[in-house]
């Protein structure tokens, strides 16, 4: 589904973010990108999502080659690839059930569409009865499933969480990977960077390490039964 092929950045200082990664990630995974701070797990997700394009390699998604695309093609590129971040994104001044129909209304959704939508995905990751708060009134475990909800409104085939958890405190966090995973088990791929070892040694997923650039380790940890 995503390929990386022989895959490097270097940055015009000299940084080099990526170096020669190759990896697959197939339909339907769960996927850990590990790494200390500078080893290029925030380079990979702009390059997956064509906010940056590679040094030399190419990036694929499914058939399509996402360095050559031309840039009309990019926001369909970006409704199939869900993304959240770490400080939410979230539009200050729009309510809980206006950041979710935000990007449908862009795609050009009719106004009963988006209706419908914006109260199943308020469902599934409980911010029911929250539609009408706007985000500063919504704790950080809120604001972190609100930016989900968001993310995944458009039905994406990928959801890219970069370090998802790094501003929500412990029962939060636990909240917040139980829906990643709820997700995931609806169908969606999801691929997150993490630096909490506990979340990645209890959900027992596939976890690339990324070390100054290069795959060091790329494994799935056996299941005790």
Request: glycine residues 8%; proline residues 4%.
């Amino acid at each position: 589904m995503i390929s990386f092929v022989n895959t490097s950045k270097i940055y015009p200082d000299g940084t080099v973010a990526l170096d020669n990664v190759s990896l697959d990630i197939e339909e339907g995974e769960f996927v850990f990108i590990v790494g200390h701070s500078g080893a290029g797990k925030s380079t990979l997700f702009k390059l997956l999502i064509r906010q940056e394009l590679p040094t030399s390699g190419e990036v694929y998604f499914g058939d399509t080659i996402i360095t050559k695309m031309k840039d009309k093609d990019l926001p369909k590129l970006r409704r199939e690839i869900g993304v959240v971040f770490q400080d939410f994104k979230l539009l200050p001044t729009l309510s809980v059930e206006e950041n979710i129909a935000f990007p449908l209304q862009v795609i050009g959704m009719d106004k009963k569409q988006i209706a419908d939508i914006v109260e199943e995905v308020l469902n599934l990751v409980g911010l029911h009865g929250k539609e009408k708060s706007f985000p500063k009134h919504l704790s950080g475990g809120e604001k972190q499933k609100l930016a989900i909800a968001r993310a995944i409104s458009t039905e994406p085939k990928i959801l890219v969480a970069d370090e998802p958890t790094g501003n929500i405190d412990y029962e939060a966090t636990w909240i917040v990977i139980d829906l990643l995973r709820k997700i995931n088990e609806l169908g969606t791929t999801v691929i997150m960077t993490t630096h909490d070892p506990e979340i990645v040694k209890k959900l027992k997923k596939r976890t690339i390490l990324l070390e100054n650039g290069r795959v060091t380790r790329d494994e799935v940890p056996r299941r005790i039964h």
